[in-house]
């Protein structure tokens, strides 16, 4: 009985966590259907990482409020008020904007509480086991992956040399609709707001930015429809990481064995064919459908 009750409280925790994501994703979303502007100064050819608004996102804040102390974590960057703000869920759940001019602030005062407060249990590091020393905020992403085995995940496909398995293999991809796009480029954002938690230039934030230039193909590993989108989504919001690599791989393979029972032979086109084609999109412009 106290197994089925352990059971079900993790469960609930995970849950919990997830929808947690899923608000961070909704509550700017209307947001993200415009860019933010290129601040002022930045000229063509500049380092635009260097002062790219959205790159906080996902770091950790401080704040004090009533003489308690709070931590939290940045879920958006709204670029539609006056210089910019910033949203941050904190820890019991409360989500507040602060100005962009005062980022530094609230990320110095996340540095004094980490020093003021006991020093935390930390991994014990085996060799270069990537993320081994990493200790996430409770209740965020970060946590969420490392709860769900992803950052093991990614360390086993570094050693093995095994981070590019899915660059060999045919994938199938869309070209999404709206809502799949939109879908699509929060899960992008959301993976890649672990990245700012790890050193500059450091084996693990690399090792995170290589595996999201996969993310369309892992997206796309349970069907090309918007409900798979929306499920293989799901799967990378709860650090299901491992999962959704395999299904991916496991499609790669079925596809390559149909290809094998069924080779296509190429057939060059005739003269005739190719003028045919020639002339259809010479013409095209001059379509009614096309024009319009």
Known sequence: MQGHMETNNRLKSAGKAL??????????????DTLPLRPNGILEGENWDAVDPVKPLGQPVGKRFVRTDYAGYIVGFDHRREG?????????????HFPARELDTYRNYYVHMQNCAPPPERAQEHGNVLFAGFTPVPNTYAATVKQAGGFIFLDQLSRETHLFQLRDNRLPTSVP???THCLIVN?????LSLC????QGSNERETLRQFV??????????GLRHQNVESSSALIAQGKWRQVWSMALALAANLQAKREKNPSTARQRSATEKAKYAHKCA??????????
Do not use: C, M, W
């Not at 994501?21 to 209307?30: A, E, G, K, P």
């Not at 412009?285 to 024009?291: E, F, I, Q």
């Open 196 to 199: 700012p938690l790890f050193p």
């Open 187 to 191: 899960t992008t954002k959301l993976v």
């Open 213 to 222: 230039h996969f993310l369309p193909q892992l997206l796309h590993a349970a």
């Open 283 to 292: 013409t095209a412009a001059t379509s009614p459908r096309l024009a319009r």
């Open 19 to 32: 929808q947690q994501h899923v608000d961070n994703l909704i509550t700017l979303f209307y947001v993200y």
């Open 177 to 179: 609709a709206r809502n």
């Open 84 to 96: 910019g703000s910033y949203l941050v869920r904190y820890e019991d759940g409360d989500l507040l």
